[in-house]
Structure formats: structure tokens, C-alpha cells
DNA sequence: CTGTTAGCGCATTCAA
DNA sequence: TTGAATGCGCTAACAG
């Protein structure tokens, strides 16, 4: 049954006031008589009235939308996943809904979907932005005064706000740890140099071992895909060198499981003989593997504190003001759970 | 700067003709001039135009949206993430926008996102209920002709249409891919009967022993938490009986791994000598085990065909039939990846 | 405390 | 081919 829509004044009728008399109850306002009140109340449960709030919207000024948009580069990734629950769940808080969008690093979706979020009336946008965002992809907005605020990614040039962790500073002291447990061949191992992560990641690793006083042996550092099975890789490569590291710091917790792997099948033990540190990236909170230290960046927090700083630039009212915030909770710890939580469909 | 709102009538004065003319060409009317259409689109791009949709839906007397909403129990569970996925990839296709929310399994946060999404005018609501969702919080989006599909679950009374995944048959395809290898006592681990996914696998395997010609022993059916720990639970407890299993079908792949690491611990190799069979819940298409056998349910193409029945029923009109769809593809296959493909931030 | 009037940005008649 | 008028559902002034 598709019902003709219930408004305002069908309710008035109903009610026997104005249109008025409806919008100041819808309102919460006291200028309305309890009775009053009541009768209008009960007509809006009877005839199944639903606030339509495009139309109140469109009515205010420039009124603030209650909907903020939300793209990610890849909502597959479960870094990502857990972030979007960070957000929406202060954004649900605060009352609004939001748009999401997955790019799949697609820059041409990114695009059209930010696009459309406008057409939409988006009063707020939170991007992790697809690989190849220009600055000026944020014009647009900027220039309308629609805050925008980016996650675990950055775009240098872009004069919007950005929440990233501090990569730099979770492989320093990763390196830190490993030094101050003895070992004097840190290895880096996996991912490739064509990001900006890898980039603060690797000079962490870098600079750490200059500071302990080691010396940074370029062999000790080998690229690989990012995944378990170019840990296997990295691996097999760094115990072949002449001289071995004994530890190593893995771009992320997928490498550092296939590190894991590769020692097992040679018969070296993780965590005991041979120290392993990666970033928990792509299992993160999930997951753990005994033994494995790993730096850990609390996704759902990063989203709750990243929606956060976006409501705040929205109530600022001059979105002008664009934070470069930097840094969030980056902690070295021994992980010891059985890992992999059980799910339930 | 929070620039004034440009609306069809400042382009209009900039492009020295009317709003209507305007309205033609943002519809793509070929019933204006060439040269008047180019001077409009250029007046559109100097002054920075963005079309109001909310305000163009609220003219038109009852038109769609364009707006869905997507309400997900668990976006936490990549499951769930990948469904999410799948849908997001064909809405953007459609030409819509969805907004989402994670409801963490509170049935209040449900209520109240549906809610706040239908004030937003959705055209159409995709859900993954939350546990202790009843018929009636879909009675009133019914009841306004709004379509609603419910994805993975479903919720018995509800009279709306649902895709939800054939685990009878996934769990009978698993018992007779064991039978077939020749095992005669294969267990049923992990999972507690609370859920409806519990008691259709259960049966599935059920069923299936019966058809096999093979005894249905209860002992061989043991619950435990649907985790990677459960799993190290469960086949403890039935190593320890009489007459151990040989096999076993496991609630979901995160006990299918802790499986493999009970296996492991008592020196017997999970694949070679002990069948394991698990349904691909938790880590599903991102990991596979080596030798272990999984039961796949490919999310993101359950998302894609769920967006496509929702979008059905939007243009249909009539949301009247509520088309009760079952099954998806479900293929019971021997994963030889590396597992855990490397996400990149 | 309640009713009247006007208009938000847009699309759709109807004339010109 | 284009301009003038009308109304979507709602809020914001004012009057009463």
C-alpha cells in the first residue's frame, strides 16, 4: 500500500490547529499547550506521520543537514571496516546518519561519489582517499565551506584536516623495543616504497637504529608484497644474507604472519628465537598471534576521534580553521590471545 | 568562506535567461538551444552550482530518492564488510547513495537509525536485523510502500523479502564430501544452538549423515564458542572420546582453525590425516588455510544480488510481493591460497 | 498560546 | 524555444 504522504497539515486537520501549532510541537517548543500538545501527538501516531526532514532543510536558511558523508578507499579492508564502526557510532550519537561509499582506490568513483554526497547535501565528509587524490578534489568543498576531514591517509597539499597515525613513531619504537631486548640485526621487512606509509614507516626504522647506535645495513631491508605470502618471501631472503638478523620489524601484521611461517618451516621458533614486530593493519584487534609483538592502532578509536574532530569543524561554523592533527593511540605490546575472534553470522 | 547557496536562479541572471530554461538543461531537455545550453553550463561552472536534489525530490509528487539505507548488524565481521561491499558496488552503479549503520546488535540503535533513515526519505532499506528483531519494526516502512530486503538473516514473521544463504545445504554438501573421502565418524564442532545459521548447519549435517548411510552419533556434535579458542575446545573434547572422529564440519572457519591448532598440538596433521571442513564466515575469502577444505558463500556477490532485488522492488513500484529468495552460491572447494591477502593502508 | 502569511530550491504546467 | 506562475513540506516571522 503506497500511502499518499502524511503531512503537516493532514495532521493539523486532524488535530483541528494550524500547520503552525504542528511545526512548534515538532519542535519541542513550550509555547504549546500540554493538551494541545497531546492531541496533536496522538494524530501523528494515528495517521503514521514521519518528519520529513528535507523539507525542514530546505526551509532554514543554511541550516546544517544532520548528514555527513563518508568515502573509503577500501571497506575490505578490515582497518578500514573497523574505523567506519568508530565513526558511525559518535555519529549515531550525535544524530546523524551517514553516507558511505567504498572507492576501491577507484579515483573516478571518488569522484562521482563525492559529488553526488553534495548534490545530497552532505554537511560533512570524512575520507580516506583512494591512492592519487589531488588536493584539488577538496576545492570544491572547501569552497563551500563543507568540512572535510581525512583519515589514515594524507594529501600533502590539500588545506583540509587530517587524523593519521604516527608511523614514524610505532617503527622507532619498534625498533627501540628490539634494541633494548639485545639485537643488534633488525631487519624491515615487506611492503613496497611507493607509499606514504612505507615511506614514515621505513625512516622510523631507520632513524630508531641510528639513535641505538646500530648501524642501518641496507641488506636488512627488503621489499615485498604486503601480504602473508611476501613475508614468506622477505624472509626466506634476510636468513640467506651472510649474516642473518635476528629480529625483525614487518610493515604489517600480514608479512609479519608470513615471516612467522617462513620460520616455522625452519624450524625456528617466533617470538622465542627469532623477534618479530609488525603494524596490525589488516587483522589488527582480531586477531593475534602468540609471541608477536605488534604495534597497534585502535581503528574504532581513530574513527570515534576522527568523527569527532569533523562534528567540531561543523559546529565551528568557519570550517576555515584546518587542523593538521596528527597521532593516535600507538602502542608496543606482547599480544598473547588466541587470536581470531569468532565472528557470527 | 561559507559561500552563499547558488541556486538555479543566480545561474539563470548570470546566464541571462530563466529558471525554467535552467531546469531544461539540468534535465538534458534537447528542447533548448545549443549556444543557450553552453552559456548555462558555463554560468553553472563559474559560479560553483550544486543541484539540490532534496529540494528537486520534494517538488516531484511522490518520486524515489535515490537514497537507500543499509542498516548491518556487525560491520565489525568482514562478513559483513564484504556484504556491505557488494552492495555499495552496485548502488553506485544504480546511481544511489547509501547510508549506513552498524547497530552492534542493539535493537534500540536499530529502531532509531530506520527511523532517522526514513526521515531522510530512503526509497529502500537493506538490513541485516539485529538479533530480537520482530516483524512489526518493518510494519511501518511496509505500510508506506517502502521496500525492504533483509540480508543473511531473516526474521520469521516479517513480510518482507530476504536472501539468506542455503546453510543446510553447505553443511550436507561438506558431510558428503567427507563421506565420500571415505570417513565414517565426522563430528559437527563449534557454534552454540541459539541462532537460526546454528540449527540449519546442524541439521544440513544432520540430514546429510542419514543420507550417507552413516549413524547420527550426539556425541560427535559439540558445541563450543564459535572462535578460533572454541575450536581448540571442541576438538579436544572429541579426540578424548572412545572412538574418535576422523573429520569433522566445523560451525565456521575461525573454529575451523582453532581445530587445526588442537590437531597440530597433538601432532597430527589437519588435512592429511584429520578432514577439516569449515564455512567461510569470519575470515571467508581473505584467508584460506592450506588444506583445509572451506564452504564459501563469496559475500560481496551475495551484496550485489541483494542490492539488485532491492532495486527491483524500488523501480517495480509495487513492493507489494515480497519475493522470499533463498541461496546463493555455496561451493564446498580445497583452498590452497597462502591466506591473509595483504590489505594496505 | 495559536493562526496567517511568505518563501526555501526546484520542476512542472501553461502561455507567449 | 523561453518566461510566468504554482506548489512540494516545512519553518519563520508576525499578528491575533
Known amino acids: 500500500m503506497s500511502r499518499e504522504r502524511v503531512t503537516v497539515i493532514d495532521i493539523a486537520n486532524a488535530a483541528g490547529v494550524s500547520k503552525s501549532t504542528v511545526s512548534l510541537v515538532l519542535q519541542g517548543s513550550s509555547l504549546v499547550n500540554k493538551t494541545t500538545r497531546a492531541k496533536v501527538n496522538a494524530a501523528m501516531r494515528e495517521l503514521g506521520y514521519v518528519y520529513n526532514r528535507g523539507a525542514a532543510n530546505l526551509r532554514q536558511a543554511n541550516a546544517k543537514s544532520k548528514i555527513v558523508g563518508m568515502v ?7 582497518f578500514f571496516a573497523e574505523l567506519a564502526v568508530g565513526i558511525d557510532s559518535v555519529m549515531q550519537s550525535a544524530g546523524y546518519v551517514q553516507f558511505l561509499a567504498n572507492t576501491g582506490e577507484n579515483i573516478d568513483r571518488q569522484r562521482e561519489v563525492i559529488a553526488s554526497m553534495r548534490e545530497h547535501g552532505i554537511s560533512g565528509l570524512i575520507i580516506s582517499p583512494a591512492r592519487g587524490t589531488e588536493a584539488a578534489d577538496f576545492a570544491a568543498l572547501a569552497n563551500a565551506g563543507i568540512p572535510v576531514v581525512m583519515a589514515v591517509r594524507n594529501v600533502p597539499g590539500a ?3 587530517s587524523l593519521t ?3 614514524h613513531a610505532g617503527a622507532a619504537a619498534s625498533v627501540a623495543h628490539l634494541a633494548k631486548l639485545g639485537h643488534r640485526r633488525i631487519a624491515f621487512l615487506g611492503g613496497f616504497p611507493d607509499t606514504a606509509v612505507f615511506t614514515e614507516r621505513f625512516m622510523g626504522y631507520r632513524d630508531a637504529l641510528i639513535d641505538a647506535g646500530l648501524d642501518f645495513d641496507a641488506d636488512l631491508a627488503i621489499g615485498a608484497a604486503p601480504s602473508r605470502a611476501g613475508g614468506v618471501e622477505a624472509i626466506e631472503r634476510a636468513m640467506r644474507l651472510a649474516v642473518p638478523p635476528t629480529a625483525a620489524v614487518c610493515f604489517n601484521d600480514a608479512v609479519a604472519f608470513g615471516v612467522c611461517d617462513g620460520l616455522r618451516s625452519r624450524k625456528i621458533e617466533p617470538g622465542a628465537e627469532f623477534a618479530v614486530v609488525g603494524f596490525d593493519d589488516v587483522i589488527e584487534a582480531k586477531t593475534a598471534v602468540p609471541a608477536l609483538t ?7 578509536g581513530m574513527g570515534r576521534r576522527t568523527a569527532q574532530l569533523l562534528l ?3 559546529n565551528s561554523g568557519a570550517a576555515e580553521p584546518e587542523a593538521l592533527v596528527k597521532s593516535v593511540r600507538l602502542v608496543v605490546r606482547q599480544s598473547c590471545g588466541t587470536g581470531i575472534q569468532g565472528g557470527v553470522r
Open 159 to 161: 588545506r583540509v584536516s
Open 165 to 167: 597515525s604516527d608511523n
Open 72 to 78: 573509503v578507499n577500501d571497506l575490505t579492508n578490515s
Open 294 to 300: 605488534t604495534v597497534s592502532v585502535d581503528p574504532q
Open 312 to 314: 567540531k569543524q561543523i
